[in-house]
């Protein structure tokens, strides 16, 4: 199986801060890679496709860059609406693999 | 706007079987891959496999010996079947859809349903 791994575990930022996740395969998945968002009680939701790739409707301030194994996804300006916990997933091959996730949360 | 419902039991009995049904509404169930994801409370997400519309599966081989997917395309439902469940095996279930133009990436999800094993 490819192992996810992301830093930092947890993160603390305030309002209008850029925010950067880093997720790192345990080998190399090309650009097989999506972000997730998840909320508490709630089901994720796809952020990033393609490791790059804006999913639709989803605001610009996200952002997502990388391939091989080293992968971010960078929030530009934080709203109180992105705090939340985040996902690495890879998509690269069998089983798919989810990193453990990342929580943003206010500082 | 495709919209995704987990059902079934929501307290199964250790080493029974564990069986939940995802129905698909506002679009067709045909020509997407389909999957299921599992998360213990407070923990990660595990995606637990996928099946295509042709009845094509793909199992995570943790839980290969126990788990069946199959598909109802007349339903427009999806299943999955999770054999001889033990506590570990209590988890939110999450269904969800592997967009057909997102690289794999699963872009539309159930709201999740609650699965506790215990007697």
């Known amino acids: 199986d490819i192992q996810m791994t992301q830093s930092p575990s947890s993160v603390s930022a305030s309002v209008g801060d850029r925010v950067t996740i880093t997720c790192r395969a345990s080998?190399?998945?090309?650009?097989?890679l999506a972000w997730y968002q998840q909320k508490p009680g709630k089901a994720p939701k796809l952020l990033i496709y393609a490791a790059s790739s804006l999913q639709s409707g989803v605001p610009s301030r996200f952002s997502g860059s990388g391939s091989g194994t080293d992968f971010t996804l960078t929030i530009s300006s934080l709203q109180p609406e992105d705090f939340a916990t985040y996902y690495c997933q890879q998509a690269n091959s069998f089983p798919r693999t989810f990193g453990p996730g990342t929580k943003v949360d206010i500082k | 706007q495709v919209q995704l419902q987990e059902s079934g039991p929501g307290l199964v009995k250790p080493s029974e079987t564990l069986s939940l049904t995802c129905t698909v509404s506002g679009g067709s169930i045909s020509s997407y891959y389909w999957s299921w994801i599992r998360q213990p409370a407070g923990k990660g997400l595990e995606w637990i496999g996928r099946?295509?519309?042709?009845?094509?599966?793909n199992y995570n081989p943790s839980l290969k010996s126990r788990v069946t997917m199959s598909v109802d395309t007349s339903k427009n439902q999806f299943s999955l079947k999770l054999s001889s469940v033990t506590a570990a095996d209590t988890a939110v279930y999450y269904c969800?859809?592997?967009?057909?133009?997102?690289?794999?990436?699963?872009?539309?999800w159930g709201q999740g349903t609650t699965v506790t094993v215990s007697s």
């Open positions: 099946i295509y519309t042709s009845g094509s599966t």
């Open positions: 080998q190399g998945i090309s650009s097989w």
């Open positions: 969800a859809r592997v967009g057909g133009s997102t690289a794999y990436g699963m872009d539309v």
